[in-house]
């Protein structure tokens, strides 16, 4: 008989996995399937790899499809019936083992289900800064009613219509966020690897796709699109995933192209950004201010510079937490049932070799 094993019991409490979930699984199950439910907790933080308790690993081994939070060497080895793997997260980093590259098992991850509100939260540090509620965050804490950085002469405060808002990373979070940013009547220059990643086949979307003909929506690829995001940006959103191409592509060169009104915003992660680098720009009054919701030791340490600069906003990698997240997470894996089932394409089938 064949075994789909359902292993999405995150612990946290905000992740809790409804009852309704498993039960929709079940319901789309052709006969003669069987759903099996770990009881055992799982973690879906970072890219989501699972503790491998003893229960789990034995239970692996006779099933064709498993769904949990990423898909660690360990229980790879142990699922020796194993086709499809899909990830409860949206990172696949931990679980691109060498077993994982050679294996024949289908892999596919979350990405785009979290884009909603990770746009918002991208779309909140932009006007965060935009209408200069950081001087207002400081004032608050300090008991004063200062009107000064908002009258000065040379005042930082903007209207985003007027503004341009760049996105590195043009997959489903980068997608939302030019959706909320046009909206705003933003400009927006959307910059991914190449020109196949903005026309990509196989990604999620659960919402309306963001129309690519907006004559307000300009695509760039190529180190010299790189070059035109960094000095037209005034708001830019990082958005793309953590592969050797773009481990450290904010450093000190890149972040001196921006323009020193300019706020960076990250939210994906960390090590895509020279924090040292990134920490000098911001002190020295090189750039105008950053939303932060990753970096690259988490969580951030005690002491660390960036808890105390006033041109800094703080998030600790919670921008995805919305109560949205299970409807489209269900949605998505249904989808996928049904696409292996009838022997389809899936949807968000992870490239092992390129990292995401």
Not at 15 to 43: F, S
Not at 228 to 237: A, T, W
């Amino acid at each position: 008989m064949p075994q789909l094993l359902f292993d999405l019991n995150d612990g946290r409490p905000a992740w809790a996995l409804p009852g309704w979930v498993p039960q929709e699984i079940r319901k789309a199950l052709p006969e003669g399937w069987l759903l099996q439910e770990m009881e055992t907790e799982a973690d879906g933080s970072g890219d989501g790899v699972n503790s491998l308790s003893p229960e789990l690993l034995e239970a692996v081994r006779k099933v064709e499809i498993y769904i949990g939070y990423g898909c660690p060497s360990a229980l790879l080895r142990e699922a020796g019936r194993l086709k499809w793997a899909h990830s409860g997260a949206t990172g696949v980093g931990s679980s691109l083992t060498p077993e994982m590259l050679e294996s024949p098992v289908l892999f596919t991850n979350s990405k785009g289900i979290h884009g909603p509100p990770m746009g918002d939260t991208a779309m909140a540090m932009i006007l965060h800064f935009a209408r200069g509620l950081d001087f207002s965050v400081t004032n608050k804490a300090e008991g004063r009613w200062d009107t000064g950085p908002f009258y000065r002469g040379d005042h930082p405060l903007t209207e985003v219509a007027h503004s341009t808002v760049g996105i590195f990373g043009f997959g489903g979070i980068g997608r939302q966020v030019a959706k909320r940013a046009r909206a705003f009547g933003a400009r927006v220059l959307a910059y991914d690897r190449g020109p196949q990643a903005f026309h990509d086949v196989g990604r999620i979307s659960l919402e309306p796709e963001i129309d690519l003909r907006d004559p307000g929506i300009e695509t760039l690829h190529g180190e010299g699109g790189f070059r035109r995001l960094l000095e037209e940006s005034d708001f830019l959103v990082l958005s793309a995933p953590e592969t050797p191409g773009t481990r450290g592509k904010l450093d000190a060169v890149a972040l001196s192209r921006m323009k020193s009104t300019a706020v960076l915003v990250n939210l994906s992660r960390g090590r895509l950004v020279a924090e040292d680098a990134l920490v000098a720009a911001l002190q020295e009054g090189r750039l105008r201010g950053a939303g932060l919701d990753v970096f690259v030791d988490e969580p951030l340490p005690p002491g660390h510079p960036l808890w105390t600069l006033p041109n800094v906003v703080l998030t600790p990698h919670v921008s995805a937490v919305t109560r949205g997240f299970w409807r489209r997470q269900t949605d998505l894996i249904l989808e996928n049932l049904r696409r292996y089932l009838a022997g389809e394409t899936l949807l968000n089938l992870v490239d092992k070799r390129a990292g995401f």
